[in-house]
């Protein structure tokens, strides 16, 4: 049940096979083949802030999934239907969560090599980068997918979630973006523990959501 | 497939929708063989009284005890829009063990339609659809909710069909429908009996 739930999540949210486009990978990149253009060539000051702008762009990709996350099998009676055959809203959530980050965490984990060597970011802050974006993207997730369980049953629920996740998503940000300024590995830690005290939760926030809009249905 | 004594009983039932209230009062018991046909206007509380049968949502008051496995037909499918029909269907054929899922198909007139995706698919075909997938679930209790709406006369028949022998079988169906259907034996009842009187209705 779980493993047919799985595989047909990723079907849906995978970049390129399913209905989920890449869009948030070639978003991220297009942001860090950007900056360059604005801020010119210089190595030293690319160096410095590149990897500030690799993570706010891996936090505006995480957003653009949003929309579908939830809200669509919801009108399409899909967690009803799972429902009825005695699965818990907290599974269907955890399955959802692992599926939305396994379709954008490890895409998004690739397109750091092509964004970093755009940046000049290399050596040290290069493994602080891709280890803080690893132990950040799923919290990312699961902050995203809160979101969008509890703003389904709203009609401007797409806009509101961008703007929700980002307030939400700060602690993640400043220790991640933090850990990189101040070369120091200690950050990391809290980055991964807010990470899974997110992950841990998710599936039970999210499930009580769902829950609430088919009481409101 | 079938579980020994299927039971659909409703005690007391009362729902609302927002402030309203829709019906109140209403029990109903269902065995074994029992098929009952709900009608009703438009907005009268049809689906709540569907939904709060499956228990998707809590009623207001009462309780509902059922036994055995539960299909539920309404106006959402449960398929995914952009993958063919087939594929769409196959996800819950394979979660529900439905044995010959190529009879089922064949039996509403799918086969054809496999390689169609599910979004370009009319109302009536993905009302058959919706119905292929209750048939592989193989559920002894059946909540159908408008399965009449937007089907052809050909179509209409093959439903009561399907309930007759559903119903045959030892199966319990429940049906919501403002359309009449052939199912000799069926109970029926309005839920406008359970509508409450104006003077009651701020509950």
Redesign the interface.
């Known amino acids: 049940?779980i493993l047919?739930l799985l595989r047909?999540d990723l079907a849906?949210f995978f970049p390129f096979t399913?209905?989920g486009a890449a869009l948030p990978v070639v978003f991220f990149v297009a942001v860090a083949m950007l900056f360059p253009f604005a801020v010119g060539p210089d190595a030293n000051l690319l160096a410095r802030t590149g990897g500030g702008v690799v993570w706010i762009a891996a936090l505006l990709a995480a957003i653009l999934p949003l929309e579908k996350l939830v809200a669509r099998d919801i009108?399409?009676?899909?967690f009803?239907?799972l429902?009825?055959?005695g699965t818990a809203e907290e599974a269907m959530m955890a399955v959802r969560l692992l599926a939305h980050w396994l379709s954008f965490g490890p895409p998004l984990l690739l397109a750091t090599f092509p964004a970093a060597a755009l940046l000049k970011i290399e050596g040290e802050s290069f493994t602080i980068l891709l280890l803080g974006l690893l132990a950040g993207t799923p919290g990312l997730a699961a902050i995203g997918l809160m979101i969008a369980a509890l703003t389904a049953s709203l009609r401007a629920g797409a806009a509101l979630s961008g703007l929700l996740l980002i307030p939400l998503a700060l602690p993640i940000l400043i220790f991640g973006a933090g850990a990189l300024a101040r070369q120091d590995q200690v950050s990391l830690g809290f980055v991964g523990a807010i990470s899974l005290a997110l992950v841990a939760l998710a599936p039970f926030a999210a499930g009580a959501a769902i829950r609430a809009a088919?009481?409101q249905s | 497939m079938q579980a020994p004594s299927p039971l659909l009983a409703a005690e007391n039932l009362a729902c609302r929708r927002g402030e309203r209230l829709l019906f109140r009062r209403l029990s109903l018991r269902l065995e074994s063989g029992g098929a009952c046909h709900v009608k009703g206007a438009n907005g009268a509380g049809k689906t709540t009284l569907i939904r709060a049968l499956a228990r998707l949502t809590t009623p207001y008051a009462g309780s509902v005890t059922r036994e055995g496995a539960l299909a539920l037909l309404d106006e959402r499918t449960g398929l995914d829009p952009d993958l063919p029909l087939g594929r769409a269907l196959a996800f819950w054929f394979a979660l529900d063990d439905a044995g010959d899922s190529a009879a089922i198909m064949k039996r509403l007139r799918l086969e054809a339609l496999a390689e169609v995706p599910v979004r370009y698919l009319s109302t009536g075909q993905k009302k058959r659809a919706a119905l292929a997938r209750v048939l592989g679930q193989a559920a002894s209790v059946w909540l159908l909710d408008e399965p009449l709406s937007g089907l052809d006369t050909a179509s209409q028949a093959l439903v009561s069909a399907l309930v007759r022998e559903h119903c045959a079988q030892g199966g319990i169906a429940l049906i919501a429908s403002h359309q009449p259907l052939d199912v000799p034996g069926m109970e029926s009842f309005a839920i406008e009996a359970f509508a409450p009187a104006p003077e009651e209705d701020h509950a």
């Not at chain 1, 009108?75 to 899909?78: E, H, K, N, P, W």
């Open positions: 049940m047919a047909r849906q399913g209905s009108a399409l009676g899909f009803d239907q429902r009825l055959r088919r009481e």
